[in-house]
C-alpha cells in the first residue's frame, strides 16, 4: 500500500493509500518506503488547508476498514460540522442505536482515518474532554483549531476557557 509521510503541526503523520481511497491515517512515521500518489499528495494538501484554518471539509475519497457498526459511527462523525461537538448519546441516537454510548466509543477510537473522519469533535455527555488515539494533547490542538475551547477536564473536572 502506498504511504507518505506528513508533517504535521500536531506531528509526524503516516497517509496510507488502499485502492483509490485514503485507508489509514497513522500517527507516526512510516515504517516502509514512501510513494507520492496524487491521491496521498492531494491528502497532504488538503491537511495543510485545515491546519492553516482554511479548509472547513475533506474532499478526498476514503475507505476505512471497520464492521458495519464502526462505519455507520464513522460516517455519523462526519456529519458532524467543523466547530462542533457532539456527545457519545448524541453519536448513538443518530445512528438509531441510543444505548450503544459504550460500543460508539469504541468504534470513536478505532477510526482509522481521525481528522478526515473527525473524530476529535467527541466530547462526553458531560461535557468532558475524552479519549483519542493521538493523545490528549493533540485533540485539544484540533478542537481549538476549529474554535472550541471549552470544556471539561476528564480528570480534574476543571473547566477550561481560553
Not at 503516516?14 to 491521491?39: H, I, K, M, N, Y
Not at 455527555?125 to 475524552?130: A, E, K, Q, V, Y
Not at 493521538?134 to 471539561?152: D, P, T, V, Y
Amino acid at each position: 500500500m502506498p504511504c507518505l509521510f506528513y508533517d504535521s503541526p500536531i506531528g509526524p503523520m503516516t497517509l496510507v493509500q488502499e485502492g483509490e481511497a485514503l485507508a489509514r491515517l497513522d500517527f507516526d512515521v512510516p515504517s516502509q518506503p514512501e510513494e507520492a500518489t496524487p491521491l496521498l499528495l492531494e491528502a497532504c494538501r488538503q491537511l495543510r488547508e485545515y491546519f492553516a484554518g482554511e479548509r472547513k471539509a475533506f474532499a478526498l475519497p476514503l475507505a476505512p476498514a471497520g464492521t458495519e457498526f464502526q462505519k455507520k459511527v464513522w460516517a455519523a462523525l462526519r456529519d458532524i460540522p467543523w466547530g462542533e461537538t457532539r456527545s457519545y448519546g448524541d453519536i448513538a441516537r443518530a445512528i438509531g442505536k441510543p444505548t450503544a454510548c459504550r460500543a460508539v466509543g469504541m468504534a470513536n477510537g478505532r477510526n482509522p482515518l481521525p481528522i478526515f473522519i473527525p473524530c476529535h469533535r467527541v466530547i462526553g455527555t458531560n461535557g468532558s474532554i475524552t479519549g483519542y488515539s493521538g493523545g490528549l494533547e493533540k485533540k485539544r490542538f484540533l478542537l481549538r483549531l476549529e474554535g472550541i475551547s471549552q470544556w471539561k477536564e476528564n480528570r480534574s473536572g476543571k473547566s477550561l476557557a481560553e
